[in-house]
């Protein structure tokens, strides 16, 4: 599991908690890598791997280096699944990941909730909600959203679309474009990861960076004349990463905690 974090000393334990407990649930133990920069991560039996840079993309490609290396297993019988430092996974989780890897998926694209949080006002979630939300159609939504929160990938695909790029925001969006179009891929909503409601990321073009969007939107348009809450409400806007590395024999790893960045 490689977390991408800066800064998220307050979020991580319950991050790491959360992919513990779908560790345990998981018919295959996996491999375990973060990526951050604090000491809470090895409390919680995380491994430390230290970077010097802050960009979310080499970090989290550092993590699944070192992930692929712990494992010890050949590319096209491992899965890595990635999430973020701010976000809980669901228990069955990485069960979901393995379940789509088994029946031969090569990719697996997930959507997200956002948690509550004071500064996501009905303002901002409603348009949020319209956007992320548009045109799902019930329990079999193919849905068009890429999520570094909630993305899985067999790891020979990984390799030749060359891994997540060396970039400071939307690694995610790049390395799902890099696979050719033969990839074997699902976007499924059936398990999603609870990510922070916070309006301040913590990358300035972050998934945070679409609700504060919103929340300014929101501002602007209530102090137009004759503007209401009604009318922010209804706006809309567009816009808007720790990753598993799944070995197929049950040895297991320690956590690998890569930062900071």
Not at 53 to 59: E, L, Q, V
Not at 132 to 141: I, K, L, N, S, T
Not at 163 to 177: I, L
């Given at each position: ?181 033969t990839t074997r891929a699902r976007r499924t909503d059936a398990c999603p990861v609870t990510a922070s409601g916070r309006t301040a990321p913590r990358a300035p073009h972050g998934f945070g960076a679409f609700p504060r969007a919103l929340g ?46």
């Amino acid at each position: 599991m490689a977390v991408p974090a800066h800064d998220e000393a307050a979020s991580l334990p319950a991050a790491l908690d959360s992919i513990h407990r779908a560790r345990n649930l998981a018919p295959l133990p996996p491999c375990t890598v973060v990526v951050a920069a604090y000491a809470t991560a090895a409390r919680h039996g995380a491994n430390v791997v230290e970077v010097s840079h802050r960009m979310a993309g080499a970090s989290r490609a550092a993590a699944v280096a070192r992930a692929l290396r712990t494992c010890g297993t050949r590319p096209e019988e491992t899965w890595i699944a990635t999430t973020d430092a701010d976000c809980r996974v669901p228990p069955d989780w990485l069960a979901h990941h393995l379940c789509h890897a088994l029946r031969g998926r090569q990719r697996l694209l997930g959507t997200v909730r956002i948690a509550p949080h004071p500064s996501l006002v009905p303002p901002v979630r409603a348009p949020h909600d319209a956007h992320c939300f548009a045109g799902r159609d019930g329990p079999g939504w193919v849905h068009p959203h890429v999520h570094g929160a909630n993305l899985g990938i067999r790891a020979d695909t990984h390799l030749r679309a060359g891994g997540f790029p060396a970039v400071p925001y939307g690694e995610d969006h790049a390395f799902v474009a890099a696979p050719p179009s033969t990839t074997r891929a699902r976007r499924t909503d059936a398990c999603p990861v609870t990510a922070s409601g916070r309006t301040a990321p913590r990358a300035p073009h972050g998934f945070g960076a679409f609700p504060r969007a919103l929340g300014e939107l929101a501002e602007d348009v209530e102090t137009e004349p004759g503007s209401s809450r009604r009318a922010a409400r209804t706006s809309g806007t567009t816009g808007v990463r720790p990753a598993v590395a799944w070995p197929a024999s049950p040895a297991r790893a320690s956590p690998v905690f890569v930062g900071p960045w």
